[in-house]
């Protein structure tokens, strides 16, 4: 079985060993696009509904882009071929983190998911090994 390129891991330090991805404002067009090695799986923006269970990541807002001062974003969105698209367009001075969740979930800032973020994913990984 081939190696994905070549082995080589094409993320960021952040995006491998806490599974987040960081973007500062202003945010164009209402977009994030997400570049983890691993597809966004969304079910609803919506906490409420049993749809929401089925993403393997949160999304967080944040007016000072420190980490502490992040809190979930439950506005809506919508999620296509790893692209948010918000439908409220985002004040200039906020910054977003997409979070990817492990099978025991996580949050980012004072209360992250450093550790266990990506636990799925090395799992994943070292089966391929």
Request: glycine letters at 8%; proline letters at 4%; zero cysteines.
């Amino acid at each position: 079985m081939a190696i994905p390129n070549n082995g080589l891991i094409t993320e960021t330090n952040s995006q491998y060993y806490s599974g987040s991805q960081t973007f500062e404002a202003p945010i164009v067009n209402s977009t994030i696009k997400a570049t983890f090695d691993t597809d966004l799986i969304f079910g609803s923006y919506d906490p409420t509904t049993a749809g929401y269970n089925l993403n393997n990541f949160k999304l967080y807002v944040s007016q000072l882009g420190i980490p502490g001062s992040f809190v979930e974003y439950t506005s809506s969105y919508t999620v296509s071929n790893n692209v948010i698209t918000l439908d409220i367009a985002p004040q200039s001075n906020e910054w977003f983190v997409i979070q990817l969740l492990s099978q025991y979930g996580g949050e980012y800032g004072d209360r992250d998911a450093y550790g266990d973020a990506v636990e799925i994913i090395m799992e994943a990984t070292l089966t391929l090994l």
